[in-house]
C-alpha cells in the first residue's frame, strides 16, 4: 500500500515535464495540460485521503517503528495533502491567462505542488529535509519572474529567511538521527532535547512564520503572483505548523514542555500583531497578508498548549486558513488584474460594480474573521478554549485578536464592497469562468468545515492522540 503513494509526487512531476515541454510548441496548450495534471492529482489524493477519513489507514506511518517506507499518509498529513491537491487545481484556475512564458510557469507550479505534498508525506529525514529545500527553488522563481514591481526583492528575501531556518532545522535534524529508532522521530536523550528542539524550531518557525520572523511573509505576498500567493498562504506556510506538530513535539517532548510558555507568548503575539498590522494596512493583498500572521498564531497558540484537543484545533486551523486565505488571495488577484491597483481607497462599492466578486468578497472576510458556521470558527475557538485552561486570563489577548479580526475584515467590506459605485470601475468585467470554477469551490469547502468540523478532527485524532503518547501526556 506504501508503494502507490509516490503517485502523488510522480504525477505533478510528470505533469510539470509534459506542460513545459507543450508550452514551448503551443503556449496557450499549456494551461490545458495543468489543469488536467492538477485535476488528476486531485483524483489520486481523494483516492488516497478517502480511506483515511473514512476512518481507515493509507499507507503505513510507524513513528518510531523500524519501516522502511519512505512515503505514509495518516490522519496528520491527510488534510493536508486533501488540501494542496484542491489548492493545485485553484492555482492553475487563477493563472489561466498567464501570459509570460506560461508553460515555464504552470510547470513551476506543479512542481511546487510535488514538492509540498512530498513534505506532507515523508516518512524518513532525508526525504523531508530533501522535499523541504525543493519547496523553495519554484517558489522562487515563480515569486522572482511572475511577480510585481519589486518581486527580485522579495524572492531573495524569502529565499534567505526559509533558507538560513532551514540549515538550521539541519542540524537538528542530524542530531536527531543520532537518537534510536527511525522515520521522522527518534528516541533522544532528554540532556539533548533542548538543543534539537530549538534547531528545528528554527526553521518551522521562519516557515509558520511565528513572530519576529514573519517579516519575508508580507513581501512576499505583495509581490508575488496570483498563484504563488494561493500556494504560499495555502500550503506553504502549514509545512511549518505540521513539522511543529509531527516532529518537534515527539522528538523532545521534555524540551518542548520547557519552551511552551515562550511559544504561547510568541503565538498570541502573532495573533495581535497581525490583526493590528492588517488593520493598518492601505493595500488590501498586504492586509491579508497580515491577516495570515495572525491565523498562524492560532497554530503556534495550540502546540504551545499541546493537549490532544489543542493539536486538533491546530490542524483544523490550518486546513481552515489554507482555503479561507487562498480564495481572499485569489479575488485580491483577479480585481488587480482588472484595475492594476490595490489601493483600498481606490475601490468603492465593488458589491454593485462586480455582484460575483464582490458577494465572493464579502463572503470570504467572514469566513476570515471567524463568524460561525464557516471554516475559521471552530478551530479557533478550540484553541481559544483550549488556552484558557492552560494560560487562564491570558487568553484575554487572544480574545482582543479576535475583536480586531472583525474589525480589519469588516472594515475591508466597508471600504471594498459598499459605499457609492466608483465610476473609474463601472466597465470592469466580473469574475470569468476560471475564477467562479475556483470561488465555488473554496466556497463549498469553507462551508463544509464550517458546519462538519468533525471531518478533519476525526480524521486526525488518532495520529495526534499517537503523537500526544509520545510526548509523555505533557
Known amino acids: 500500500m506504501t508503494q502507490p503513494l509516490w503517485l502523488l509526487v510522480l504525477l505533478p512531476v510528470v505533469g510539470a515535464l509534459a506542460t513545459w515541454a507543450v508550452g514551448r510548441q503551443r503556449p496557450e496548450a499549456a494551461r490545458v495540460a495543468a489543469l488536467t495534471t492538477a485535476l ?15 476512518g481507515g489507514a493509507a499507507g503505513e506511518w510507524s513513528v518510531l517503528g523500524s519501516s522502511s517506507a519512505s512515503l505514509a499518509l495518516d490522519g496528520l498529513s491527510a488534510p493536508l495533502v486533501a488540501l494542496t491537491g484542491l489548492l493545485g487545481v485553484v492555482a492553475v484556475l487563477a493563472s489561466w491567462n498567464v501570459r509570460l512564458r506560461p508553460g515555464s510557469h504552470f510547470a513551476l507550479l506543479l512542481l511546487l505542488q510535488a514538492a509540498v505534498t512530498a513534505v506532507f508525506i515523508a516518512a524518513d529525514m532525508v526525504l523531508f529535509y530533501a522535499a523541504w529545500e ?7 522563481f515563480l515569486i522572482g519572474i511572475w511577480g510585481h514591481a519589486d518581486r527580485r526583492h522579495a524572492a ?7 533558507f538560513v531556518g532551514s540549515a538550521l532545522m539541519l542540524v537538528g535534524l542530524l542530531l536527531a538521527a543520532q537518537g534510536e529508532g527511525s522515520g521522522l522521530v527518534r528516541v533522544i536523550a532528554p540532556g539533548a532535547q533542548a538543543a534539537i528542539f530549538w534547531l528545528l524550531l528554527a526553521g518551522f518557525a521562519v516557515k509558520v512564520p511565528i513572530w519576529p520572523l514573519h517579516t519575508w511573509l508580507p513581501d512576499a505576498h505583495v509581490e508575488a503572483p496570483t498563484a504563488g500567493s494561493i500556494m504560499l498562504a495555502g500550503v506553504l506556510l502549514k509545512m511549518g505548523g505540521y513539522g511543529l506538530i509531527r516532529m518537534a513535539l515527539p522528538m523532545a ?3 518542548a514542555k520547557a519552551a511552551a510558555p515562550v511559544l504561547a507568548v510568541l503565538g498570541v503575539i502573532g495573533i495581535v500583531y497581525g490583526a493590528l498590522m492588517a488593520l493598518a494596512q492601505t493595500d488590501l493583498k498586504r492586509l491579508v497578508a497580515y491577516s495570515s500572521v495572525s491565523h498562524m498564531g492560532f497554530v503556534v497558540l495550540a502546540v504551545a498548549v499541546g493537549t490532544p484537543a489543542a493539536l486538533n484545533a491546530a490542524v483544523l486551523v490550518m486546513v481552515a486558513h489554507g482555503v479561507t486565505a487562498a480564495l481572499l488571495f485569489l479575488l485580491v488577484g483577479a480585481l488587480y488584474d482588472r484595475t492594476h491597483t490595490r489601493d483600498i481607497a481606490r475601490f468603492s462599492g465593488m458589491l454593485r460594480t462586480l455582484p460575483v466578486w464582490g458577494s465572493a468578497f464579502v463572503f470570504g472576510c467572514l ?18 478554549l483550549e488556552g484558557f485552561g492552560a494560560y487562564g486570563w491570558w487568553m484575554a489577548f487572544v480574545a482582543l485578536g479576535v475583536v480586531l479580526a472583525g474589525v480589519y475584515n469588516l472594515r475591508a467590506v466597508r471600504d471594498v464592497a459598499h459605499g457609492p459605485s466608483s465610476a473609474e470601475w463601472e466597465a470592469l ?12 469551490a473554496l466556497v463549498v469547502s469553507i462551508v463544509v468545515l464550517g458546519v462538519w468540523p ?5 480524521a486526525s485524532a ?10 509523555g501526556g505533557r
Do not use: C, H, Q, W
Open 40 to 54: 488528476a492529482e486531485a483524483v489520486v489524493v481523494v483516492l488516497f485521503v478517502a480511506p483515511v477519513f473514512g
Open 134 to 140: 525543493a519547496v523553495l527553488i519554484p517558489m522562487y
Open 367 to 384: 469566513a476570515s474573521l471567524g463568524l460561525p458556521g464557516l471554516a475559521g470558527f471552530p478551530g479557533e475557538l478550540l484553541t481559544l
Open 429 to 440: 468585467p466580473d469574475l470569468r469562468t476560471n475564477e467562479n470554477v475556483a470561488v465555488a
Open 454 to 458: 468533525a471531518l478533519v478532527a476525526a
Open 253 to 255: 517532548p521534555v524540551a
Open 462 to 471: 488518532p495520529a495526534i492522540d499517537a503523537v500526544f503518547s509520545l510526548t
Open 156 to 162: 531573495t528575501k524569502f529565499f534567505l529567511f526559509t
